[in-house]
């Protein structure tokens, strides 16, 4: 049976700095150590001949061809934009 201990909670909290009152540690303590429970549950089963999997369903990709299909005209393109200059798209600086 494995066991979280408040302080544990505590140090998970600190690295992922959060905090919680006392009874939201607590209510964590209690939830982790169940789910190690049920986790080491899992672990005494005999999995030897169960292939891995990555997703319960298969799942295939779907992949069109690449084709090569000609492009808008750039005028037209940068007519719809704000502001350009030069043949391309301004915009405002966000580095100082």
């Known amino acids: 049976m494995a066991t979280i201990t408040t302080e544990d909670v505590e140090h998970i909290a600190n690295l992922a700095r959060l905090e919680f ?4 540690i607590s209510q964590f303590t209690t939830h982790l150590s169940r789910i190690l429970d049920y986790i080491s549950k899992l672990n005494e089963l005999d999995t030897g001949d169960v292939p891995p999997t990555s997703h319960v369903i298969e ?3 779907v992949m069109k061809d690449d084709t090569i299909k000609p492009s808008y005209p750039r005028e037209v393109v940068l007519s719809t934009a704000p502001a350009s200059e030069e043949g391309h798209f ?4 966000v580095i100082e």
């Open 59 to 61: 799942i295939r990709n």
């Open 21 to 24: 009152e006392e009874a939201e």
């Open 90 to 93: 301004e915009v405002p600086k």
